[in-house]
């Protein structure tokens, strides 16, 4: 199995300076005549009150994140947030603050907290019936079946329902090995990452050569039409199946734009050749819409569909329940049949009829309120935002993506392209948080910052966000200047 996750580039990239009219701050370069004193943007309205909170004090919760809960986990910004409420794109803390949620609960939140439609379906359904198992029927779960196949191609029309995207890429690995009957190991190893194809960061690519309103400054001798990029990354996962795996292959996963890895697009062109070359092997190609899928990326309700190819199978999770725990894989029913003639796949709480109430009501707002579309012409707007402070800011890479699944690389300076150090990144983060914005991170240095709102947000949303992370970065400047 080839599966998905960060990889790494062997090669520096070769960015270019830009020459706008500018003074050196410190490391950093931006216009003259937006230099100076700053305030703190003003939120957009928003006509919902939270309840107050009357819960777990500041420092009690603390004293028990630090004595029962992992050591590992993950936390955002030194002082931790502690959240109390959502609604639609707003979330609110203990103290009644109120945050613009630009990273919808880790490209989660599709439909917006809480949204009405969404919350009546649930407690509806909470007061009718829980829980069965998948021995029993229920109608919520043939309803949803029915409704997501119907938003699928020919032939992926057989859903499998479990809870996380985690769980669904398992089962995904799992029907791959059953269809081929190879499980991996002879003659090459079992799992295999290949290069990160970044037209950013990696070896090659440039100014021509991403499926995104906004490309890489790096400049490229490709036509639009044409990636040579896109040729020199094919060579090498040839070099990688030829060198790196078995003669024959169960299957390869894909993300049409890679999420945690900081948001990274292909070269336009190389998912089409790479799955041929997959197949070629006796392999599945797995397309991994866990953060791309349900109109995320605007021009298509499922990312495979931007590249202009049909996988065997497609993995979803996050955005199909707007952050209640479930996930589906979806295959062809030739698949299905080969994963039963292996094993019995059976999985306790998958497809359960909250889950199922839930994610059909989810699929319902997306069409009601037209979020694939609004996805498509907010985002478009926000990436063209964010690469004019591209231009304003040396510190500021990269503006990459689509629709509403966007990164902002951090670099140290456009000529070196050097990750900006985790502190920086990291005190421009929590400034962000203080005016009100919250936003992801990711990439191989955590040098990205990930936007992907919920699809309900508006311009007006975007506007205050872009004007949050320019106040951040001319606070950063004027720190280092000191």
Not at 59 to 71: A, C, G, M
Not at 214 to 220: A, D, H, L, N, S
Not at 225 to 234: F, G, H, N, R, S
Not at 396 to 407: A, E, N, P, Q
């Amino acid at each position: 199995m080839i599966p998905p996750g960060p990889s790494f580039p062997t090669l520096p990239p070769a960015c270019l300076g830009f020459s706008f009219p500018s003074v050196m701050v410190g490391a950093f370069r931006t216009s003259v005549t937006k230099l100076g004193l700053h305030t703190k943007p003003r939120m957009p309205p928003c006509d919902f009150t939270p309840e107050e909170y009357q819960s777990l004090a500041y420092e009690r919760v603390l004293e028990i994140h630090n004595q029962h809960l992992p050591p590992t986990s993950m936390v955002y910004f030194p002082k931790p947030l502690l959240l109390h409420q959502g609604h639609m794109e707003w979330l609110f803390d203990y103290e009644g603050n109120r945050y613009l949620d630009f990273f919808s609960g880790v490209v989660t939140v599709s439909v917006g907290h809480c949204h009405p439609k969404v919350n009546a379906v649930a407690q509806k359904q909470l007061g009718r019936l829980w829980h069965t198992s998948a021995l029993f029927f229920h109608t919520p779960i043939h309803e949803f079946a029915e409704k997501l196949s119907g938003l699928l191609p020919e032939p992926l029309k057989v859903i499998f329902l479990v809870n996380s995207g985690s769980e669904a890429n398992d089962l995904a690995m799992l029907m791959a090995r059953a269809h081929s009957k190879k499980s991996g190991g002879e003659g090459g190893f079992p799992r295999t990452i290949i290069l990160i194809l970044d037209v950013f960061r990696g070896p090659w690519g440039g100014s021509h050569c991403r499926d995104s309103p906004v490309q890489t400054i790096r400049k490229c001798s490709c036509a639009p039409d044409c990636c040579q990029a896109k040729d020199q990354y094919i060579e090498q996962f040839k070099d990688t199946l030829n060198t790196s795996v078995a003669k024959s292959i169960a299957g390869f996963f894909a993300e049409p734009i890679q999420g945690v890895n900081g948001v990274v697009q292909y070269p336009k062109g190389f998912l089409g050749e790479a799955f041929e070359l997959v197949r070629e092997r006796g392999g599945v190609c797995i397309s991994d819409e866990v953060q791309t899928g349900f109109g995320r990326l605007g021009s298509h309700f499922w990312g495979f569909q931007t590249h202009g190819v049909l996988p065997d199978i497609v993995t979803m999770a996050k955005g199909i329940g707007n952050g209640f725990p479930m996930a589906a894989v979806a295959t062809t029913p030739e698949i299905a049949k080969s994963l039963a003639t292996r094993l019995l796949h059976f999985n306790t709480f998958g497809g359960n009829p909250m889950a199922c109430a839930i994610g059909s009501a989810v699929l319902e707002v997306i069409k009601e309120e037209n979020l694939q579309e609004n996805s498509q012409e907010v985002g478009t707007y926000m990436l063209q935002k964010f690469a004019e402070l591209r231009d304003e800011f040396e510190i500021v890479g990269d503006v990459r993506g689509k629709g509403l699944m966007i990164g902002i690389e951090m670099v140290k300076d456009k000529v070196s392209c050097e990750p900006l150090s985790r502190e920086e990144v990291g005190e421009i983060h929590d400034n962000c948080k203080r005016m009100g914005l919250l936003i992801g991170r990711g990439g191989i240095f955590a040098q990205t910052f990930r936007i992907a709102p919920s699809l309900c947000i508006s311009k007006p949303d975007v506007r205050f966000a872009v004007e949050v992370f320019r106040s951040a970065l001319i606070q950063h400047m004027e720190k280092r200047a000191k």
